[in-house]
């Protein structure tokens, strides 16, 4: 022990728990703005392939389970990210639904499932919400891995803004380190599947997909056009 340490009672050695609350604070800063590629995206081109409604449903929902999280837990950053996320979300659905009665329903069944979900978190005794929150990073990506996985094999162009994917990964990463830090398991285990699974999808919006996969329609359409060509072929050349 130092003469320093001996006569304030201080440790010279910084904790790495310390650090926590600005990686996390520079996390909740990255939240604010995930959603703003995929929204000014939606605005420029209206392109819609690609982008999961059901994805982004259920990442708004874990964006309100998160935010109802937080409150419980007096983390401001968890609610200043997770707030942003909701808002951020909403305008995102707003875009891709198909106006009229399909938005209005699904919407007012996002806000239904929203209220029971906070009221869950809030309530909810704490060791029951590890796992459900941890599962939140998995099944919040499932439907846009999906839609990704389909304009490959149909060789569709996407309206998924890569950028938005990149600052996802960037944002559960720091979370990630927020959760291992902390000693927040939910967060931990959240955060990594949430990485994980986000830069599987960056991946596949950036890889550059010249022809992909035909799908059966593109297939059926060759074999038709090619049995045509055939066909001319064989006719005798007086025929005409």
Do not use: H, K
Not at 150 to 170: D, E, F, I
């Amino acid at each position: 022990m130092s003469a320093y340490e001996a006569e304030t009672g201080r440790s010279l050695v910084f904790p790495l728990s310390a650090v926590a609350p600005y990686i996390a604070y520079t996390a909740a800063a990255l939240g604010c703005v995930i959603a703003v590629p995929q929204i000014a995206r939606l605005l420029r081109t209206r392109e819609i392939a690609g982008i999961s409604a059901g994805s982004w449903e259920v990442n708004t929902l874990s964006a309100v389970a998160w935010l109802a999280y937080g409150l419980r837990t007096l983390q401001g950053s968890q609610v200043i990210a997770n707030g942003c996320s909701l808002l951020g979300g909403v305008a995102v659905l707003w875009l891709v639904l198909a106006p009229g009665v399909d938005r209005r329903s699904r919407l007012a069944r996002f806000g239904a499932a929203g209220a029971a979900v906070s009221g869950a978190v809030l309530l909810l005794p704490m060791a029951w919400l590890t796992l459900p929150l941890a599962a939140t990073g998995l099944l919040s990506r499932i439907p846009q891995l999906r839609a990704t996985a389909l304009t490959w094999w149909n060789r569709q162009p996407s309206g998924v803004a890569a950028s938005a994917w990149v600052l996802s990964v960037v944002c559960t990463a720091l979370w990630l380190c927020v959760g291992l830090l902390t000693g927040q398991s939910a967060v931990a285990w959240s955060s990594a599947i949430a990485c994980a699974t986000a830069a599987l999808i960056l991946a596949a919006e950036s890889w550059p997909r010249p022809g992909g996969w035909a799908s059966l329609q593109d297939l059926d359409a060759e074999a038709a056009a090619l049995a045509v060509d055939l066909g001319r072929r064989r006719e005798p050349v007086g025929a005409a």
